[in-house]
């Protein structure tokens, strides 16, 4: 394909995501692959969607035997929409038999759906990019828009009534409607709280998705509290390690650089690196973590130190996603802005061209990344 494959999957199939990555490489696709990371992943994507020069070209909805992830299913959501309204190129990469017929959701049962072998064979590629090549069926985009739009299936895709109200919060959030959203979480909050209980991981997740909205909005010391709630919930359900509570730490660690307590900041991030580091020495999440912690460590005027682990980072990420990826360009914006203040100015322009045409290339020359990367690198000159 022309443009960028987006891959969209659960968080507990990481690995097989990455390996569908690499293997798409391998064939010559150019791949679009996040780690589970709420909030800024989804208006990246949905700004990508809309961009009129994007150069996002289809998407592979990954479903193993755990179904859509929480956040993943927000991606499907956007995606499926896309698709009925725009013949947007979309495929369901199936790990399990048993997810074609028992855990797929109604509104992703139209699409063209392939059972993967465990190994992401030549065939199993071939069948993919086929998939996403093809014409979308005026029928199946029909059929797709009748079950997102009518009542029945609003009901049929397995979403209760709290899910539905999250999937509106959400669609508040995008729209840059924090307070509403604020406000509906808190009622979604104390209902869950009085009808399952103090330790409900449903509740970790409002309450994560509160402390995100709040910080849009500035109050940083009420998004610190919900997130020490929801990571609290996290370590009693799935411990430390948890993929989920990974995530809330790294939410928590931001609120806490918002308020400027730049080392309680940096310890929530190496605890989170240390687990990263375990897991895989050479995976995305660890390379996020070692961003986040690097620049905090620039705003404690430790650019050296800063340095060198935005270096990792930057490696890390160019063997998993390709060397014309967001996350890359993210690598070297930030690189760019750590070597303006060690006064290596020819390097750091560089680095900062080379971002700045990665994400002109995936988002179109008037996407915010491009402005921000623009205006960081006129700051710092």
């Not at 394909?1 to 987006?6: E, L, R, V």
């Not at 009693?236 to 993929?243: A, K, L, M, T």
């Not at 310890?267 to 996020?288: F, H, M, W």
């Not at 802005?337 to 002109?360: G, Q």
Request: hydrophobic share 45%; charged share 25%.
């Amino acid at each position: 394909m022309k443009g960028a494959i987006f891959i969209s999957f659960n968080s507990r199939n990481r690995t097989q995501a990455v390996a569908l990555a690499e293997r798409l490489r391998a064939a010559g696709e150019t791949v679009w692959l996040d780690s589970w990371q709420a909030g800024n992943t989804l208006q990246a994507l949905a700004e990508a969607l809309t961009s009129a020069s994007s150069t996002l070209s289809g998407a592979i909805i990954l479903l193993g035997d755990r179904g859509l992830g929480g956040w993943q299913s927000f991606e499907a959501r956007m995606f499926v929409k896309v698709y009925a309204e725009q013949a947007f190129p979309l495929v369901v990469a199936s790990l399990h038999e048993i997810a074609v017929s028992s855990t797929i959701p109604r509104y992703l049962k139209p699409l063209p759906t392939i059972l993967c072998d465990a190994s992401w064979s030549d065939r199993t590629i071939a069948d993919l990019q086929r998939a996403l090549c093809a014409a979308v069926p005026a029928e199946d985009r029909a059929l797709v828009s009748r079950i997102l739009e009518g009542e029945e299936g609003r009901t049929s895709i397995g979403l209760g009534a709290d899910e539905l109200e999250v999937e509106f919060i959400m669609k508040l959030h995008r729209l840059g409607r924090y307070e509403e959203a604020v406000g509906l979480f808190d009622e979604i909050v104390e209902k869950a709280r009085s009808e399952l209980g103090a330790r409900d991981p449903k509740i970790s997740f409002y309450l994560n998705e509160k402390g995100l909205a709040l910080r849009e909005l500035g109050r940083f010391r009420e998004a610190e509290t919900a997130f020490r709630e929801a990571v609290q919930i996290d370590l009693r359900n799935v411990g430390i390690e948890h993929p989920v509570t990974i995530s809330r730490i790294n939410n928590l660690a931001l609120a806490l650089w918002d308020l400027g307590r730049f080392r309680e900041a940096e310890s929530q991030y190496r605890r989170v690196a240390e687990i990263e580091e375990k897991r895989d020495a050479n995976g995305p999440g660890l390379a996020t973590c070692l961003s986040n912690l690097s620049l905090v460590l620039k705003d404690m005027g430790k650019f050296e130190s800063s340095e060198q682990l935005l270096s990792r980072a930057l490696t890390i990420d160019r063997e998993a996603f390709g060397p014309e990826h967001p996350s890359v360009a993210r690598d070297l914006a930030n690189l760019s802005s750590v070597l303006h203040r060690l006064n290596r100015l020819p390097e750091a322009e560089e680095l900062c061209k080379r971002a700045i045409a990665i994400d002109t290339k995936c988002f179109g020359e008037k996407h915010p990344l491009v402005a921000s990367t623009l205006n960081k690198s006129g700051r710092a000159a």
